[in-house]
């Protein structure tokens, strides 16, 4: 597929109440059905950024997840962003890809939040995830990653289009917004981030700055600050792969071994 459409949901999230959070993005993927492919939620989209681990996780298999596939199947639409997972004893923020067709793919958030307090109630994951769908290789990272330029890399055009889900606060707005452009420009990629409006459990407010970003760091879409909404943007295949053979920067990328 050259051309894929995708949405950014940014939205308020009602603190630790998974049932009404549920709801209200039920109610927007309706309105989503057949005009686009993918869906983005903010981080912890059901819970908002709470610490409350051993409460609020799930398994793959638990409610949360399971109702997400159940709607992704509904509507034809992949849906991504991160929720607290448990698994074999530990507590992720997992991030994850449930396609349409059935398919699922998770990722554990690799950088906790250190000054959130956020290592000691999670467990970091240590495998970055590139997820084939549709034509497209998509990587899927989570808030504080964007922060770490050497795990974003994309070594050899390995993906299309970078995705962070975040709860990202007021205060360190500046860095968001500077450095989401600049992992689309030195990836040479897409690149789409998707933040939270509204107030959380700890009183951190977020006035979001959703945006998708060309490889040119132009800006596709975003949503006002402090607005609930959603926006959709196109982006197509053949014409960042014709930059990427006109100014082949990553050729003369450094490497890196983790």
Not at 31 to 46: A, D, K, Y
Not at 47 to 56: K, N, R
Not at 97 to 126: I, N, Q, V
Not at 210 to 221: D, P
Request: charged share 20%; with cysteine; aromatic share 12%.
């Amino acid at each position: 597929m050259d051309s894929i459409r995708i949405s950014i949901i940014q939205t308020d999230i009602v603190w630790e109440n998974k049932q009404e959070n549920l709801r209200l993005l039920h109610e927007k993927l309706q309105s989503l059905r057949g005009t686009t492919e993918i869906v983005v939620l903010p981080e912890m989209f059901s819970t908002g950024f709470s610490m409350q681990s051993q409460l609020l996780a799930e398994p793959n298999s638990g409610e949360t997840i399971t109702i997400l596939k159940q709607w992704a199947s509904r509507y034809g639409i992949a849906i991504c962003g991160s929720y607290i997972a448990i698994d074999n004893g530990q507590f992720y923020n997992r991030a994850f890809f449930l396609a349409p067709e059935g398919t699922e793919f998770y990722y554990d958030k690799r950088h906790l939040f250190r000054m959130g307090r956020e290592a000691e109630h999670f467990s970091a994951g240590d495998k970055r995830l590139v997820v084939s769908y549709h034509g497209w290789n998509i990587c899927l990272l989570v808030c504080y990653d964007l922060r770490f330029p050497v795990w974003s890399r994309n070594v050899n055009n390995e993906y299309d289009l970078l995705i962070y889900v975040a709860n990202w606060p007021i205060p360190r707005r500046l860095v968001w917004d500077t450095l989401l452009r600049a992992r689309a420009l030195e990836n040479q990629c897409y690149v789409c981030g998707v933040n939270r409006v509204g107030i959380d459990g700890y009183q951190q407010k977020y006035n979001g700055g959703s945006v998708i970003y060309s490889a040119f760091g132009e800006e596709k879409a975003s949503l006002p600050d402090d607005t609930e909404g959603i926006t959709t943007a196109t982006l197509t295949l053949s014409s960042l792969r014709q930059f990427r053979e006109k100014f082949p920067v990553w050729k003369d990328a450094d490497e890196f071994h983790l």
